[in-house]
Structures are given as structure tokens and as C-alpha cells.
Nanobody
Framework: QVQVEESGGGSVQSGGSLRLSCSIT????????MAWFREAPGKKREGVAT???????SYLDSVKGRFTISEDNAKNAMSLQMNSLKAEDTATYYC???????????????????????WGQGTQVTVSS
């Protein structure tokens, strides 16, 4: 059984940093697409960063240069380092892992298709200005 759990959320002032972690157990890492999503109140869930078994990494334009996704398959973990945080980064952040089909990139609609992948419960990030 695959289990996904996020940690590391919290409150920080604008310009600060947070590191989110995602523990993933029970998943076959021979083929995967890992991703971080976020959902702010009143807005649609959006992909923030992805990392696939094909070696491709992608980011949402608004976080490029500020966020870094990394993975540690030996430890069944993934993280998202968030620097220079802005008020607009405030959201619940979710970790997801699923099979890599055609592509693993931010904006690929399949990554949010019902029934695709395994999701954590989310962790809240609040950035105050």
C-alpha cells in the first residue's frame, strides 16, 4: 500500500524560507512522476514542481529561481526548498507520486486526472507580508 505524507509547513514572513518534505512508502521507483501541487483558497490546484524518472524537472513560472525540488529515492523522500517566499505562495501544498506516462511536467493535465497517482493530505504554508 502506497502512503504519502507531507511535513514542514508553517508560517513565515515574506522573504523567508521553508522546506517541505514528503515521505513516500510502498511505491515502485522504476517509473515515477513526483510532484508538488498547491491550492490557495478560491483558486484551482496548480502544479508547482515536478521530477520524473526520466530526469526531467520542471517548475511553475512564478516559482522558478526560488523553489527547488529534490528527491532521495534511497530514503523514499522528496523535498521542496522554498526561498524568497511571497504572500502569493500562501496555500496548502500537496505531494504526489504516480507513474510516468507521456511526460512529468508542470501543467500536464493528466497529473490531476481523477484516479491518477497517490496524494498526501497536504501541509499549510502561510506567508505574511
Amino acid at each position: 500500500q502506497v502512503q504519502v505524507e507531507e511535513s514542514g509547513g508553517g508560517s513565515v514572513q515574506s522573504g523567508g524560507s521553508l522546506r517541505l518534505s514528503c515521505s513516500i512508502t510502498g511505491y515502485d521507483y522504476s517509473n515515477y512522476c513526483m510532484a508538488w501541487f498547491r491550492e490557495a483558497p478560491g483558486k484551482k490546484r496548480e502544479g508547482v514542481a515536478t521530477s520524473g524518472s526520466d530526469g526531467v524537472i520542471s517548475y511553475l513560472d512564478s516559482v522558478k529561481g526560488r523553489f527547488t525540488i529534490s528527491e532521495d529515492n534511497a530514503k523514499n523522500a522528496m523535498s521542496l526548498q522554498m526561498n524568497s517566499l511571497k504572500a502569493e505562495d500562501t496555500a496548502t501544498y500537496y505531494c504526489m507520486i504516480g507513474p510516468l506516462w507521456s511526460a512529468c511536467m508542470v501543467g500536464i493535465a493528466d497529473l490531476q486526472r481523477p484516479g491518477y497517482g497517490y496524494w498526501g493530505q497536504g501541509t499549510q504554508v502561510t506567508v505574511s507580508s
